[in-house]
């Protein structure tokens, strides 16, 4: 109600063009929908801002509409002859002065005072009820001659005025805006591509798709994007004056700037990542294994907006996607890293599982401190620490929502979701290999025949698989005394003991020696170090 009285009584002011606007829950952006037309002649770029114009106050859902034309009005344009100056022993600098004691005033000098670092101009003119027009039919210049009428060589013309020439890309340009009314919708009749849609208010729609089939109507709701699809279609189909180019600008020439930085910066950044990884891992797959978190991320990031009902801006959450590729790809590095030291002192499946055991609880509270620091911001809370209290949805708190609610929801799900894919993609590797040398040494063992390597490391793997025996111990040389103890044993030696133990009760199992045992060569029970029961 308010904001309709303001513009009904805005709208009667001549000469002032007012708009009303609303609080922008962020960065401030003028009308979403604003056509720019660019061309070098003045007469044609007017006609078809004229054209633009009428068009969008003609369609619906759209309000507001106004172009950046200057408003009407006049100047005096003054032309001074110069010979007739001349006759009268004057010249333009002269006549100059004298029209400005009725407007700015004739510069004398400059001062500057202690209080302020800047010159203060002294200029002279004409008392405020004199410093109109007509004084210039009335006022006279002092010449050899005695006084002189000024208006004797000066003579005045109004001329359209010029407030402003605005341009891009050394072209002018004018815009012309309009924004988007709330509560409409178009219907269109479903199947029928060539059907512009009728523009109504949504309870205006649901009936008459409830009169109607089912599925007989398909509704869109009115948008910036859709209404300047629409005005876009129009643009394609109507011919502009020769030498007129058309662009969209705007939030639309904001975002697709925005959208382009942030897709180079994403790319660069992705890349000095992977580049850093490389060197660090020396491994491809585990470097695209830590970036993949990238992707996890950003998937959250579109799950917070959903749940949060932010809009997804190009802007502020595109800054925190990119934000977020520097932060979750911590956890990667943090497990994998862990992984390779773990995977040198016992078998891979095993340090996986002690990885993802031993990693959980500080990647958990890293990325819950994390969130837990961003959690004001994404529900817009302010606290005001040196006067006390607190407030909910500031304009300053409203900038950051969506960046902060990118990074929460993002780091969380991004969290959660390594925390079970990156220990399966590494087992999927160990098993992949695993699979690869199997298949590989089958291949060999086939065409080499039984008396290949590989057919016999195959069978001596099957006897160890088929052995109820739980541990093999082998003496080795003991490093303070070389020449006591045994030689590694060879590949035949390992088949023997296995044929040995192939007869061996299922209670038997072979167990490491103490010290007592290695000195006497036998175990408590007088059997060999070999196979102690």
Partial sequence: MVV??????????????????????????????QLRLKGNDREALDRATEMAHARLAEMPGLIDVEDTRPLPGIDWQLD???????????????????????????????????????EIEIR???PEQDRVLSTLDTLKLRTADGLVPLSNFVTRQPVPTLAQIDRIDQSRYFDVKAGVAEGLVVLREAGNESDPGRVMAVAEAEAIIAEADSGAYVRTPVTPTERIAAVSDWLATTPLP?????EWAGDQLDQAESSSFLAKAFSGALFLMFIILLAQFNSFYNAVLVLLAVVLSTAGVLVGMLVMG?????????????????????NNIVLIDTYQEYAQTMPRTEAIART????????????????????????????????????????????????????VFGLGIATVLTLVFTPAMLALRVWITAGAYKSVTLVKALTG?????????????????????????WEFDDPADP???????????????????????????????????????????????????
Avoid: C, H
């Avoid at 932010?310 to 911590?330: D, H, R, W």
């Avoid at 490391?457 to 052995?467: K, N, Q, Y």
């Fill in 483 to 533: 020449d006591e103890g045994e030689d590694a044993p060879m590949s035949a030696d390992v088949e023997a003991v296995l044929r040995e133990l192939g007869t061996a009760k299922p209670e038997t199992r072979l167990q490491a020696p103490s010290d007592e045992d290695r000195e006497d060569g036998i175990d408590a029970e007088g059997n060999p170090l070999r196979a102690a029961e």
């Fill in 80 to 118: 001074v002859d110069v010979e007739a100056a001349g006759r009268y022993g004057t010249n333009v600098a002269t006549v100059g002065g004298m029209v400005q004691l009725i407007t700015t005033g004739l510069l004398l000098d400059t001062m500057r005072v202690e209080s302020s670092d800047e």
């Fill in 4 to 33: 309709a009285t303001l513009k009904e009584r805005l709208a009667n002011l001549p000469g002032i063009e007012a708009e009303v606007l609303a609080i922008s829950g962020g960065p401030a952006s003028a009308k979403p929908v």
């Fill in 356 to 407: 993802a055991e031993d990693r959980i609880r500080p990647v958990l509270l890293t990325t819950i401190t994390t969130m837990a620091g961003l959690a004001p911001m994404m529900f817009g809370l302010s606290f005001d620490f040196i006067a006390g209290g607190y407030s909910i949805d500031a304009p300053t708190a409203l900038w950051w929502k969506q960046l902060a609610t990118a990074v």
């Fill in 242 to 246: 020769t030498g007129i180019a058309w």
């Fill in 449 to 473: 025949g039984r008396a290949s390597p590989a057919a016999r490391d195959m069978a001596l793997a099957r006897s160890a698989r088929a052995t109820s025996v739980g541990d093999l111990v």
């Fill in 124 to 126: 002279v003119r004409l």
């Fill in 310 to 330: 932010q809009p997804f801006s190009i802007i502020m959450t595109g800054t925190g996607i990119v934000a977020l590729a520097g932060i979750v790809v911590n």
